[in-house]
């Protein structure tokens, strides 16, 4: 952690004829999504989708960094393991790294939402990815030397789950050891709190933002296109 920083209920969901309520969450395990991980993939290329038949306006590329790729898995679960399905579920990932600004190092906080239209509970593993563009790595890490370039130590991350009300449904951290659930949170939010952090709002994209959006899209859990509701 020092080395990242250093160099930086009542739940009320709809679904399928289906609505649980509880007191708020003591741990992960009793989240309705648990068990979320976040693995890190850095330095992706986008995927070619062949030649490019258009040779005007296009820059060559010159990027330090390529796409940084957060993979989060999750378990929608639900109590006896009914049968259910449940909407308007939000994921937040939120980053914390060190970056550059007028020839000083600050921390950055960059988030990003998936908006999912509708997610089963199945209790089975669920995958989502969200992803940083390389221009955005490139614009707020360091020029030239150590912190340039993504590595795995480079951020600390939040993943949210929350439904339609937003009330915190499930909770992942990737770079943060040691405590539980209350205290990684409470940890994570010092850090994206610093009162000279630049704040870069939506600069996370969601799958359905990016290269990778037509790639077996089947695997995934469906995400809200702007034009539904």
Known sequence: MKSVLAAVVILAAVWSAVSVSGAPRSSTDDYFFNKIKITLQNNVSAPNFGSD????????????NRWCVFVIDYYPKIEKNRRAWIDDVNLTLTVVFTAQSGGRKVPCVMNGV????????????HTATMMIPPQLLDRYLAATGVGSSVNSSTFIAEATFTDRNGT?????????????????????????????????????????????????????????????K
């Open 53 to 64: 038949n258009f040779s005007g306006g296009a820059m060559s590329n010159n990027l330090r």
């Open 114 to 125: 998936t908006r999912f239209v509708t997610i089963p509970i199945d209790s089975r593993k």
């Open 168 to 228: 915190v449904i499930g909770r992942g951290f990737y770079g943060l050891r040691g405590g539980n659930e209350q205290q990684l949170a409470a940890e994570f939010a010092r850090y994206a709190a610093a009162s000279n952090a630049l704040k870069v709002e939506g600069g996370i994209l969601p799958r359905s933002n990016t290269p990778w959006r037509m790639i077996r899209p089947d695997d995934y859990d469906l995400i809200k296109p702007d034009s539904m």
